[in-house]
Nanobody
């Protein structure tokens, strides 16, 4: 059983920054594909960024150039550095782990609110 716990969400003004963390346990973290998704009110969940076991990453169009995904395999932790935040970035952010077996696990999410 994989356990994912997100942290770092909160209220931030437009133009500000936040760093989200996702602490993982229960699997060999370094082998997993890790990703951040988000879901805004009344919208579908969307991919924010993904990083594979080799450290290669992809980003959603709306966050490219502003957000950076990274992973610390020694600490079993996934990060999302979010800069130049916009009101439309307001959402619950979820951490997702995809194991080499294909099993998928989700965290409970952390709320990010961008507002003045």
């Amino acid at each position: 059983q994989v356990h994912l716990v997100e942290s770092g969400g909160g209220l931030v003004q437009p133009g500000g920054s936040l760093r989200l963390s996702c602490a993982a346990s229960g699997s060999i973290f370094s082998r997993n594909i890790m990703a951040w998704y988000r879901q805004a009110p009344e919208k579908e969940r969307e991919l924010v960024a993904l990083i594979n076991s080799a450290g290669r990453s992809i980003y959603g169009d709306s966050v490219m150039g502003r957000f950076t995904i990274s992973r610390d395999n020694a600490e079993n932790t996934l990060y999302l550095q979010m800069n130049s935040l916009k009101r439309e970035d307001t959402a619950v952010y979820f951490c997702k782990a995809t194991l080499p077996t294909g099993l998928v696990y989700w965290g409970a999410g952390t709320l990010v609110t961008v507002s003045s």
